[in-house]
T-cell receptor
Framework: GDSVTQMEGPVTLSEEAFLTINCTYT??????LFWYVQYPGEGLQLLLK?????DKGSNKGFEATYRKETTSFHLEKGSVQVSDSAVYFC????????????????FGKGTHLIIQP | EAQVTQNPRYLITVTGKKLTVTCSQN?????MSWYRQDPGLGLRQIYY???????DKGDVPEGYKVSRKEKRNFPLILESPSPNQTSLYFC?????????????FGPGTRLLVL
């Protein structure tokens, strides 16, 4: 079945450091890829997404590029802030995976990011 | 304001006592689903619904029921809760099915089964 693998952390960085969170996937078809963020005590919200190979999603200074050849969707940010502290989830939806319908999300385990001032 | 709401937000119950967690969305979304979040496991889908009266199992459906009688509501029912259903539950919805749609999540319901 489909799966998503990401570093779990916690990842601790200083403010203004460069961030990379790795994400790789396996999928039956041609999935759409997502990064969701969960701030303390809140639900998940979409950070960015890409729906086809070589697409780049970006939002709030974060970027990720859909790399079909390496089955990856790594999250990057050039200069992190304390307010970026959260749990980040990489996820995919696969229209050829019947388990959750075309929009069912398969999640990685989440990466807890801690930014220190 | 476009949103997904869940109630209750926190619930402590005992083994075997039936409970319902409600979920409602005001965005006229077709697709709705339930996930549970557990430490070290991430989020896993329990059930989903592609439209009114259309529901199906996700990855971890055992011990749960759902219904979709109206487009906006998608309650999660635990007929006989057990301690292994202690978890954080999220409802989510998206505009339509077909892949690539952004899902909107509710704030979560934290359940403790004693």
């Amino acid at each position: 079945g489909d799966s998503v693998t990401q570093m779990e952390g916690p990842v601790t960085l200083s403010e203004e450091a460069f961030l990379t969170i790795n994400c790789t996937y396996t999928a039956t078809g041609y999935p759409s890829l997502f990064w969701y963020v969960q701030y303390p005590g809140e639900g998940l919200q979409l950070l960015l997404k890409a729906t086809k190979a070589d697409d780049k999603g970006s939002n709030k200074g974060f970027e990720a590029t859909y790399r079909k050849e390496t089955t990856s969707f790594h999250l990057e940010k050039g200069s992190v802030q304390v307010s970026d502290s959260a749990v980040y989830f990489c996820a995919l939806s696969d229209p050829e995976y019947s388990g959750g319908g075309a929009d069912g999300l398969t999640f990685g385990k989440g990466t807890h990011l801690i930014i220190q001032p | 304001e476009a949103q997904v709401t869940q109630n209750p937000r926190y619930l402590i119950t005992v083994t075997g006592k039936k409970l319902t967690v409600t979920c409602s969305q005001n965005m006229n979304h077709e697709y709705m689903s339930w996930y549970r979040q557990d430490p070290g496991l991430g989020l896993r889908q329990i059930y989903y619904s592609m439209n009114v009266e259309v529901t199906d199992k996700g990855d971890v459906p055992e011990g749960y029921k759902v219904s979709r009688k109206e487009k906006r509501n998608f309650p999660l029912i635990l007929e006989s809760p057990s301690p292994n259903q202690t978890s954080l539950y999220f409802c989510a919805s998206s505009y339509r099915t077909g892949g690539g749609e952004t899902q909107y999540f509710g704030p979560g319901t934290r359940l403790l089964v004693l």
